[in-house]
């Protein structure tokens, strides 16, 4: 999950990273309350989980309170990136001598964590790294060391400092990575990290992305990061199922990320197109068959639906009393293909034939069948009309 | 035949008194798999489908020399299940359990690493060398025997793929699943590595799909070092929208992989053919074992 820019900040600021001072509002007057307490000039950032947020708008300056309740009052009814702006942060604007680069993200290639330091940063650091190399550095960690002091030294000596400077980055680079370790963060990056003119480090934005699977771990987070999707998307990951919604109109439902992508591409390959992606994940239970099918029949746009299983861990029996139970309890009447094969897939046939439904054995002709089927649905509603 | 294990690899299930160990344990026992011991602390002294439990990795490892282990615990208490096997000297670790911490698994695959163990997964469907031993979930009745070695990043595609090749004749020699996380053990490199010595091995099958760079890093390794036997892949996810983008950091440490259209140019360019669909693997592989 991603941190929001002020969320990010108060986890850095808990770590002992040094930050402009400032305060979150959510109403004009809020604002101009928060501009009162702090040093003009300031800086008004909507909070939005989107990235270019200056270009789209979302940054301002402001060089008085009153200034501030005006800006905060425009940008609490814009809507930055597709998001509306529900918060604000009001900063003292920081002379800015110089804008570097710090991060740590996971590198799957590598297998471990790496910092990343930049001497030039405030701008797409992919960028500086295609453009200017030489101005890059990464450290892969091993993670049983972490960032060490001499690593975070390393770092601060490439980015060009010496002394008391140094010596600042080290304590910052550290505190850092704590921070990201402490909140199982795929990435955390200060971008930029300004060297003001008095010679003082401050991260004048930051983000953070939290490891979705370790949110076991930050029990405060994860009530937040359920608040944050959308109800299908909540319905399905509170029972450790993956939905995404799509713009087609046939409804998937598959195991395993792979295969269900896989599913995605034949439905376009065969001119179809898919109304969402949903992984019931492995080992599946017939409560959350039944839930990924009212999650994906209940959409309105859905026309037909495709289920699509090959059962390893998970049990075409236990897939086929899903189904059974779905469609009991809902009434909807769409039309379902269903594909069924794998682990105990003699008994899922036998209960839904028992119900009068006929499960397919080959994936490509089960996903041809629900593309002319989804076909005809949208013919037949033309011709209504 | 195949590749890491044989019907002599003596196994171990962590987790073997859980609803999935349970199921698991007896249908590899009923493959063939050389199972001799169970782990689940709290259980030792219980049995389970006529298999001995024990508290700890060590007293499987001392008691019937288990060398490969098989993970079925849950999220939060797996890497450390998956540690204390690496420590009981377990040199075959395979990791079944979905969604563990990727700090949990960096910390697992590093100390693995040192001590010259393999790691296949996590979140995977594990390794059948068909007609042998299975330490994994794979639906085995869709698998059978012969010279084809699949490599996968998704479970049930790579069983669909392998379905695909039983019944169009082509068995397999092997089919590993390096797993879905973003931190694997076993990469797409290393596998392809022991496939192009495993002499029963005549072709490889490669599935994998979008976010990363494992299947570039192997499209790089087989145009650096060559590869003496035909490989075909299959790439998932080219009309899903990218995945979430991990920020800067993330971007730059991936050079802008990552992408289904990316990884097939990539593998392209090294040579490899690309199928469009599942059903057409066996095609191309017939036409490249013929030539």
């Known amino acids: ?43 008004v950032k909507a909070q939005v989980p989107v990235s270019g947020r200056g270009k789209a708008g979302g940054i301002l300056f402001a060089s008085s309170p009153d200034e501030v309740k005006e800006l905060a009052s425009e940008l ?24 570097l680069y710090f991060g740590i993200t996971v590198s799957r290639a590598d297998q471990t964590y ?76 200060v971008n930029p990290l300004a060297e003001t003119v008095e010679g003082r480090f401050v991260a004048l934005d930051a983000r953070v992305m939290i490891d979705d699977n370790a949110l076991f771990r930050h029990p405060e987070l994860q009530a937040k990061y359920y608040e944050d999707l959308s109800p299908e998307e909540r319905d399905a990951a509170r029972h450790g199922m993956a939905y995404v919604d799509l713009d087609g109109d046939i409804g998937v439902i598959c195991n395993g990320a792979g295969l269900t992508m896989a599913t995605l591409d034949l439905i376009s390959l065969f001119g179809g197109r898919p109304a969402n992606f949903l992984d019931v994940g492995g080992g599946a239970s017939s409560e959350n068959v039944a839930r990924a099918l009212k999650i994906v029949l209940l959409r309105p746009k859905v026309r037909a639906a495709l289920i699509n299983i090959l059962g390893g861990i998970t049990r075409c029996d236990e ?55 989804a076909e005809e649905v949208r013919r037949h509603g033309d011709h209504s009309q | 035949m195949g590749i890491i294990v044989n019907n002599d690899t003596k196994v171990v299930v962590q ?42 990795v060590a007293e499987a490892v001392k008691e019937h020399g288990a060398e490969a282990s098989i993970i079925f615990v849950p999220a939060p208490f797996a890497a450390s299940a998956a540690l204390e096997a690496l420590e009981s000297g377990i040199k075959v670790l395979v990791i079944i359990t979905e969604r563990i911490p990727v700090k949990d698994t960096i910390r697992v695959i590093s100390y ?38 699949i490599v996968s990043r998704s479970g049930t595609l790579s069983y669909e793929i392998a379905a695909y090749l039983t019944r169009s004749g082509l068995g397999q020699s ?33 599935v994998g799909e979008v976010g990363g760079n494992l299947e570039e890093l ?33 971007a730059i440490v991936m050079g802008r992989a990552g992408s289904a259209e990316g990884k097939i140019i990539a593998l392209r360019r090294a040579g490899i053919e690309v199928a469009e669909k599942p059903s057409d693997i066996a095609l191309l592989l017939r036409k490249l074992l013929r030539a």
């Not at chain 1, 001072?21 to 003009?40: F, H, N």
């Not at chain 1, 814009?78 to 604007?93: C, D, Q, T, W």
């Not at chain 2, 192997?218 to 036997?229: L, R, W």
């Open chain 1, 1 to 43: 999950m991603k941190l929001m820019e002020y969320e990010a900040k108060k986890l850095l600021e808990n770590y002992g990273v040094p930050l402009p001072r400032r305060g979150l509002a959510t109403s004009p007057q809020e604002a101009y309350e928060v501009a009162c307490g702090l040093k003009p000039p300031y800086v």
């Open chain 1, 76 to 99: 609490l009814s814009a809507k930055i990136g597709g998001f509306s702006v529900k918060a604000l942060l009001v900063e003292e604007r920081v002379q800015v001598r110089r804008e």
């Open chain 1, 114 to 189: 790496v910092a990343i330091a930049s001497q030039e940063g405030g701008v797409d650091v992919e960028d500086v790294a295609e453009r200017a190399p030489e101005k890059v550095m990464y450290l892969r960690l091993d993670p049983w060391l972490g960032l060490q002091p001499h690593h975070a030294r390393l770092l601060a000596k490439f980015m060009g400092y010496s002394g008391d400077a140094l010596l600042a980055l080290e304590g910052i680079f550290q505190s850092i990575y704590e921070a990201g370790m402490d909140y199982d963060a795929e990435l955390i990056e």
């Open chain 1, 319 to 373: 897939v086929a009393k899903g189904i059974l139970d779905a469609l009991r309890s809902t009434g909807i009447r769409k039309p379902l293909v269903i594909r069924l094969v794998g682990t105990n897939e003699e008994e899922g046939r036998r209960l839904l034939a028992g119900a009068g439904i006929h499960a397919m054995k080959d994936m490509e002709e089960a996903v041809k069948r629900v593309v002319e089927i």
């Open chain 2, 15 to 56: 987790g073997i008194t859980g609803r999935q160990g349970q199921f698991h344990t007896r249908l590899m026992l009923e493959y063939g798999t050389k199972i001799v011991a169970g782990v689940t602390p709290g259980k030792g002294g219980q049995v389970v489908h006529g298999v001995p439990v024990y508290d700890t």
């Open chain 2, 112 to 149: 693995a690493k040192r001590g010259g163990a393999t790691v296949i997964g996590p979140n995977t469907p594990g390794i059948i060398v068909p007609g042998e031993c299975k330490i994994g979930i794979m639906p085995s009745h869709l698998f059978k025997p012969g010279s084809v070695g």
């Open chain 2, 174 to 206: 092997a089919c590993v699943g390096i797993g879905g996380d973003p931190v694997v053990g076993m990469s797409f490199v290393d596998a392809l590595r022991l496939f192009e010595e495993d002499q029963h091995t005549e072709a490889v099958v490669m």
């Open chain 2, 218 to 250: 192997a499209a790089e390794h087989i145009a650096k070092e060559g590869y003496s036997k035909p490989v075909v892949a299959f790439i998932a996810g080219r009309t899903v929208p990218p995945e979430k983008r991990m920020g800067h950091a993330g």
